[in-house]
């Protein structure tokens, strides 16, 4: 669950069960913080994906990247 974190698109705090978060880190210590609720994705979602979510930015990062890119929009993609 998402504490404290607002949705980019809606700006709500609310419902973070079921919210996505990049999981990629930019930096040491410093995670992206593009957050958007699953029924505010561009393609909307019915329920959270199993795996890592990464905004489209970082979805494009190979493994260990740590850029320093960010995003205002949230997509998933899966990792093996």
């Known amino acids: ?5 607002a949705c980019r698109k809606c700006g709500s705090l609310e ?5 996505l978060l990049c999981e ?3 930096g040491p210590d410093q995670q ?3 957050a958007m609720h699953i029924w505010c ?3 909307p979602l019915k329920a959270v ?9 970082h979805a494009r990062c ?3 990247c740590e850029c320093d890119k960010h995003t205002t929009i949230i997509g998933k993609r899966r990792r093996a």
């Open 1 to 5: 669950i998402i504490d404290a974190v």
């Open 15 to 19: 419902n973070g069960d079921e919210m």
């Open 24 to 26: 990629h880190w930019i």
């Open 32 to 34: 992206c913080s593009a």
């Open 41 to 43: 994705l561009p393609k």
């Open 49 to 57: 994906p199993v795996g890592k979510c990464f905004c489209p930015e």
């Open 62 to 64: 190979p493994p260990g």
